[in-house]
């Protein structure tokens, strides 16, 4: 998958489940996992961090 | 498991239930539409361990599979109670657990006389958040005025005046992971250098903390004060021994399974499958 903000390459995890974080290992952008309509994964852009977000 | 966003602890959990044999559904809170006449205990099955990333998501998902029957951990009051810094404190009092001495004001100039009581260096906490998020040192009487300020041009939540004693502990913490009232794994959590948090989010390193006797017993004391479950309790090293200075309700782990060796999801699944009806 390709990064939007830098094109670099996003790795797919072997064990991928939707809604899991991945981020980019060229510019550390992080995205969420989700599933296209074909089943297939791909990747969109997650609120950086919610006021609410955490332990 | 219910979740908003997977991280490190949700996807070891899921590896954890695979491997024990355990039928664990994923569910994605984002994608849950609940009509509140119905019933959803088969739905959702025996019990549901609560993962949500948010907070305020978090609640209001367990206040409302709990009024429609379904078992929940963390359940709704240790929510409230674990998921509120005040409420923490409040708790922690009452069953007389050691904790820093607290002042809780509503406004500015109340929030500067209570420094006045509690002195400076203070701490000036959010009661909703994590992570170290928004929490300020007030090392002085003009450091207090501008981020009193700052908040009062804030979401309400922020004007909630929550200011701990600064303690006197070494550049570290203690996070202890209770479940069942019971602590399986502790670390250190050592502040990176030039800051005084302690939060792991904020770059501190971990390493395995023994658990002794006084540690045990303060963690399990605290864990039920705020209602059991599964809990992060934070304890700081006081010249006067330990004190709880936090309870997290949705405990991260990712760095206490390295330090420790500990198999934390493990026994989270262990945990769920006792209290399987």
Avoid at chain 2, 4 to 21: F, L, N
Avoid at chain 2, 204 to 222: G, H, Q, S, V
């Amino acid at each position: 998958m390709k990064c939007p903000e830098c094109d670099g390459e996003i790795p797919l995890p072997k064990d991928a489940i939707e809604g899991e974080i991945v981020t980019c290992p060229d510019c550390g952008t992080s995205f969420e996992l989700y599933k296209k309509e074909d089943g297939r994964f791909d990747i969109r852009s997650i609120q950086v961090v919610g006021e609410d977000w955490g332990e | 498991m219910v979740y908003d966003y997977v991280r490190w602890e949700e996807k070891v959990i899921a590896d954890a239930a695979k491997k024990k044999g355990v039928d664990l559904k994923l569910v994605d809170s984002k994608d849950v539409s609940l009509l509140l006449d119905n019933d959803y205990e088969k739905e959702f099955g025996d019990v549901v361990l609560q993962r949500c990333l948010s907070y305020f998501r978090s609640l209001h998902l367990t206040a409302t599979l709990e009024a429609k029957g379904v078992s929940v951990v963390n359940n709704f009051n240790v929510a409230v109670v674990a998921g509120n810094k005040l409420f923490t404190t409040l708790a922690l009092l009452k069953a007389g657990i050691p904790t820093p001495q607290t002042v809780l004001s509503f406004a500015p100039e109340s929030a500067l006389k209570s420094l006045e009581k509690l002195g400076y260096p203070a701490v000036l906490k959010p009661t909703i958040g994590s992570w170290g998020r928004l929490v300020a040192l007030l090392k002085d009487r003009d450091s207090a005025e501008a981020i009193f300020e700052d908040r009062e041009h804030m979401f309400p939540l922020y004007q909630i005046y929550y200011i701990q004693e600064f303690v006197k502990r070494p550049p570290r913490d203690i996070r202890s992971i209770v479940i069942d009232d019971r602590v399986v794994a502790a670390i250190y959590r050592i502040s990176p250098s030039g800051n005084w948090k302690t939060n792991m989010a904020l770059g501190a390193k971990a390493e395995n903390c023994p658990i002794t006797k006084e540690l045990e017993d303060i963690c399990a004391r605290a864990s039920k004060a705020v209602g059991g479950g599964i809990l992060g309790v934070d304890c700081m090293e006081s010249p006067d021994g330990l004190l709880v200075h936090e309870v997290n309700n949705t405990t991260e782990f990712k760095n206490t399974v390295p330090a420790t060796g500990v198999d934390i999801p493990g026994l989270i699944i262990d945990y769920l499958v006792k209290l399987r009806k």
